[in-house]
């Protein structure tokens, strides 16, 4: 996480009056998110757990605004017996994020559209390309869709990723996958981005990526990170977050 952290930092550095507080799991939220405006989070795990998602929920709704990043669509992954298979457990945070992350194939290049009339998509071309992990969110609960692209079948080999039982976050027509959406939550907000993998030497898990990257893995990976439309959607999001209750913020 070291350089999503220091770019979402730097966004954040551009408001001379926003300060903020970093934190590596949720411990704690309880007594921060009274004093907060804005939550930003990341990583797949550490996930809030029910305690915590109660406390994200109440803040929420009352004013509070959460963007989320990446993975924290993500959270536990169990072991399916008999097998050396693991799948997505769904847990109550993805209920208040509103959605709910299955799998995503090899490292790809893709084409995303922006669908959504809103603060956080303003300014974005109708579509950018992006060389990211693609992840294949189910959607759960009314949401605004944000972002979109397009991907029949999971393209994924066997034994990659994660098992899932049925590919739940394709969309009636039979490709388009979500990728960013904003729901209410009482007079709060919560926004998911799926966009936003990056790696060093040290974090890289990829054991290959797609031909349309040319098949091996980078050693150093930064891909949308280093894309205009999607750090406009980083100062956007930021700008959002601030419009609700004030001027500090929580990184997890």
């Not at 109660?54 to 993975?71: P, T």
């Amino acid at each position: 996480m070291d350089y999503a952290r220091r770019r979402l930092l730097d966004f954040l550095g551009e408001r001379p009056n926003v300060a903020t507080t970093l934190g590596t799991d949720f411990s704690g939220i309880e007594a921060w998110l009274p004093h907060i405006g804005a939550l930003i989070t990341y990583v797949a795990g550490p996930f809030p757990n029910d305690q915590q998602n109660d406390a994200i929920c109440a803040w929420l709704a009352a004013g509070g605004r959460w963007f989320a990043l990446h993975g924290t669509s993500g959270g536990k992954a169990a072991r399916i017996p008999g097998t050396r298979e693991r799948a997505m457990v769904k847990s109550s945070h993805h209920e208040t994020l509103g959605g709910f992350f299955l799998n995503h194939p090899p490292l790809r290049k893709f084409t995303v559209s922006v669908v959504g009339n809103h603060p956080i998509t303003r300014g974005l071309p109708a579509t950018f390309e992006v060389a990211d992990e693609l992840y294949l969110i189910e959607r759960l609960g009314e949401s605004q869709a944000l972002l979109t692209t397009e991907l029949a079948k999971d393209p994924s080999p066997p034994g990659f990723g994660f098992s899932y039982e049925r590919d739940t976050s394709v969309q009636a027509d039979g490709k388009t996958r979500v990728l960013g959406h904003v729901r209410q939550v009482g007079t709060g907000a919560v926004a998911y981005v799926a966009l936003g993998h990056c790696h060093s030497p040290l974090s890289n898990i990829q054991p290959f990526v797609d031909d349309s990257l040319g098949g091996e893995t980078p050693l150093v990976f930064r891909g949308a990170w280093e894309t205009a439309a999607f750090q406009r959607l980083l100062r956007n999001a930021v700008g959002w977050s601030i419009g609700a209750k004030g001027d500090r913020f929580v990184i997890k």
